[in-house]
């Protein structure tokens, strides 16, 4: 974690032409329509990471990481592994978004809190101890995982729709072999699939989203 990025290194000046928040979410869609021509370049792809890596994470562990992938072999195999989904080779670039099961980045991360002065050394240890045991299950872990690493991927998606980018997410691949073809470490597992290239055109109108009324609860479900 020596490379961390400060707030100031995080903003950046053309993010303030970027459509507002509320905007982007109502106007944000998975895409299966991407134009097989164009390439995302590789300081976009840096730039979309460093946005998922500004999402929340439990205690800023920050426990995700993104394979991309962009070998033109290498997608078509993608494409098998995600049962056939072709929009993945269209799009030009996978970026498979994994998050740990177990908390490995707490050494730095809790040194990082009593070095900005938010933890005192003995809180530090006592809270990093707690959370490292609770991952030790295996159900938390996977949990922890998946919570965490499923911020990055919206953070992600969103960046990308802020670029002009469509990023669909994707969880209908073989989980075992992706896996295997993308060589992740044992404690480390497949959280989101997305396929992200620029636009190849419209997309069908949205499908409609249940409503307020049938999905708040107020004060229990
Ligand atoms: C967990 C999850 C899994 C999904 N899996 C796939 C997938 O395998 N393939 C795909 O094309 N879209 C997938 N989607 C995209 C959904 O179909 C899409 O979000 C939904 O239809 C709503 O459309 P919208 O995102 O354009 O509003 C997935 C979305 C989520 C959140």
Redesign the pocket.
Known sequence: MSQNLSSEELDVDHDAEFPNVIEALHT?????NFDPEAELDEETLEELIRDAAIAPSSYNLQPWEFVSVQDEERLDEIVEI?YG?E?IRDAGTAILVVGHTNAKTADSVFDEWVEAGRLDEETAAETKAQTVGMYDDERMGRDYAIRNASLAAENLMLSAHARELTA??????DQERITEFLDLPDDVIPV??L?VGPSGGE?PE??PRRSVDEILHKESY
């Open positions: 944000r869609r998975s895409g299966h995600a989904q929009h669909t997410p994707m969880i209908g691949f989101m699939l396929a997309e949205r499908l």
